[in-house]
């Protein structure tokens, strides 16, 4: 009885499957009209292409075309297929496969490879974070533990310079109430003077060498926990000595002249040719600059002299009326 009906089951899911297989060909049929309507419409409608419902359209229409040439293909015949046009066919629609396959596994795994990076990148700036984090926070620690140290010596300083002023106010003590026993007719006696001045000098004394460890170790903290000095500055360019040089030479800058524009002496040997601004106070630099200038100075006669072009004394003539007119107003 169960295996009758397992039968029957059996029979009918083949007949809904073998009506369902005969409906796909008229799918297809339907199918290929559609979509070459659909896409003559997108192609005459090609100014709405930034609009989202086209860019769906266009996907429709792809995905049905890949459908449609599956369809194709396996509707052919043994005949058709034998055919040289329709091999050469499949051959390119293979190898089109092929090579979109290929495209579509490089993009893939250079998109891993993308993403393995970024991802490298992201790990490396996070550890480069936390490494920055916790040098950070060890040096605070670092800090604040030199902090307690120092807050630590500096209290001990301070201790024993209150004990130093507390001896010196015992001797104080001492001499005023030893000055009011004398004029009231009392002595002390030399033995109890010398104990008390040997006790109050050996804790002066031990007090005096406690004081000069913790300022040395203070001063080794300070130094620690200061960090490297500064760089100096780069020295100012352009400044009064380098213009001087630049116009004189360093042979011609006079060693107060070096000295008046900041750069110090010169430790080369400068020779008479000085900076000009000195023959106000030294007449033999005066006349050493009046040499300097006479020794190109020779007669009408010499062969190498040449007189002052007349342009350099007297003024070239107006070019024209408007500029004579110019010069006269």
């Not at 073998?18 to 419409?41: N, R």
């Not at 170790?217 to 213009?243: D, H, I, K, N």
């Amino acid at each position: 009885m169960f295996a009758g009906k397992d039968d029957y089951d059996i029979k009918k899911q083949e007949e809904v499957l073998q009506e369902s297989m005969m409906m796909v060909p008229d799918c297809q049929k339907k199918l290929a009209p559609a979509v070459t309507e659909l896409q003559k419409i997108l192609d005459e409608e090609g100014d709405m292409v930034e609009l989202e419902e086209y860019q769906q359209a266009v996907t429709i229409v792809e995905d049905a075309k890949k459908h449609l040439a599956l369809s194709s293909l396996q509707a052919l015949s043994e005949a058709e297929l034998a055919r040289p046009e329709t091999v050469v066919q499949l051959r390119r629609l293979l190898a089109q496969r092929r090579h979109r396959r290929s495209a579509d596994r490089r993009r893939r795994q250079a998109e891993r490879q993308r993403l393995q990076r970024k991802h490298a990148e992201i790990d490396a700036w996070q550890a480069a974070i936390q490494r920055r984090a916790a040098r950070e926070k060890e040096e605070e620690e670092m800090k604040r533990e030199a902090d307690k140290v120092l807050a630590e010596v500096r209290r001990k300083i301070s201790d024993v310079e209150k004990q130093l002023e507390t001896l010196d106010e015992l001797r104080t003590l001492r001499e005023v109430r030893d000055l009011k026993a004398r004029a009231a007719g009392l002595f002390s006696s030399a033995a109890s003077d010398q104990r008390f001045a040997e006790v109050t000098a050996r804790l002066t004394d031990l007090l005096d060498r406690h004081l000069q460890t913790y300022e040395t170790e203070l001063r080794a903290l300070q130094a620690m926990t200061a960090g490297p000095p500064p760089p100096p500055p780069p020295p100012a360019a352009g400044g009064p000595l380098s213009v001087l040089r630049a116009l004189f030479g360093a042979a011609g800058v006079s060693p107060a002249a070096a000295a008046a524009a900041g750069g110090g002496s010169q430790s080369e040997e400068t020779d008479h040719r000085v900076h000009m601004v000195d023959w106000e106070a030294d007449p033999q630099t005066l006349l050493n600059i009046r040499s300097d200038w006479d020794r190109y100075l020779v007669g009408p006669e010499d062969p190498l002299g040449s007189a002052v072009p007349p342009a350099w004394v007297t003024p070239a003539p107006p070019s024209s009326d408007v500029w004579a007119g110019c010069l006269a107003a």
